[in-house]
């Protein structure tokens, strides 16, 4: 939370902030509610895989993956261009 109080100061009281956050595991293991709750944040909930919530992972990635598949690029230079080309 220190890192966070320093980058963002007028997130100091929890009462004033809410995390949300998508159930993966990495956010909801025990350590990580540990902290959350020592530090009285509250968390807002909402189920993974949610197309209301999170609508790129139903809309727009899909499309990429698509137009990648079977490519390989070194840099990044040449996928963003090929994904601005259309």
């Known amino acids: 939370?220190?890192?966070?109080?320093?980058?963002?100061?007028e997130y100091r009281d929890p009462?004033?902030?809410s995390l949300l956050h998508d159930n993966?595991?990495?956010?909801?293991?025990?350590?990580v509610r540990q902290c959350l709750?020592?530090?009285?944040?509250f968390v807002l909930n909402h189920p993974p895989?949610?197309?209301d919530l999170?609508?790129?992972d139903f809309s727009l990635f899909p499309k990429l993956k698509l137009k990648l598949k079977r490519?390989?690029?070194?840099?990044?230079?040449p996928s963003?261009?090929?994904l601005h080309r259309h």
């Open 37 to 41: 709750a020592r530090n009285r944040v």
């Open 80 to 82: 963003n261009q090929l």
């Open 1 to 9: 939370m220190g890192r966070i109080h320093r980058i963002r100061p």
């Open 71 to 77: 490519r390989f690029f070194l840099t990044f230079r």
């Open 49 to 51: 895989y949610s197309p």
């Open 15 to 17: 009462e004033d902030w």
């Open 24 to 31: 993966a595991p990495s956010h909801t293991s025990l350590i």
């Open 54 to 56: 999170a609508p790129c």
